[in-house]
């Protein structure tokens, strides 16, 4: 698709500039409430699923930076691996003990932080090493972006944010996916995978907004959900 052609995707929707791992981030919040939807119209379909390819050969490529001769620690990979499973199952039980006190005014809030960080409990922390690192860093975002985190904290639950951020850390580092690992191959070209996953996302935009009938509220009432996370980000059009 050109870009000289003034009604194409890259014309018309102008989204933030995304390093690979803000864009890892926002593409698992795109799939996640798109496939949460019991069913979408064919093209806005067909849109998210070119997301959700271009979004995995993004992170395979983004992984691929740590594999050859220079190959990071398997034993390191396993250690990070296993510091963010405990942190955030750490987290889990310890909302869920804040959640059942009857009398808590707080547990309320709780519940909300549970459902939006949880929705599917601890599923997330059996996924692949670099799907279950942009998992958890879009709950991280989620838990600061939405007053969650402050909550936690005010609850005395500071050291639990802390640990999971230092696992975060290191296990990004460990993936090669925020800090390429010594002796990885350089010639790994990431520009390629993340322009194709932004043009992807601009045209799921594009498709999403065409089905907007304003005679019929439930059409915006979609569009609202499934580009919400782009709203956080700051989307323009």
Known sequence: MADTFPFSPVNLVVLPKYSVPSALAVG?????????EASLPAPIAAALEDVATTHG??????????AGPGDADPE???RADTRVDDGWAA??????????????PEAV????VIAATYPDRLKFTQASYPVEWSESQTRLDHLAGHGHEALIRGLGGER???AIRAAQAEYGEALGLTKLQPGAPPAVNLRQPLDAFVD????YVVRVSANIDIAVPATS???????APLAEDGLSA
């Open 91 to 104: 987290l889990y039980l310890w909302l869920c003990g804040w959640a059942r006190l009857p009398d808590a």
């Open 160 to 162: 639990f944010i802390t």
């Open 200 to 203: 992807a996302l601009r045209l």
């Open 57 to 66: 050969q993004l992170q395979q490529t983004a992984a691929s930076r740590h």
């Open 76 to 78: 390191r990979l396993r």
């Open 221 to 227: 009432a979609l569009a609202a959900r499934l580009l």
């Open 28 to 36: 698992t919040k795109i799939l996640t409430v798109g496939r949460a």
């Open 109 to 112: 809030k709780v519940r909300d």
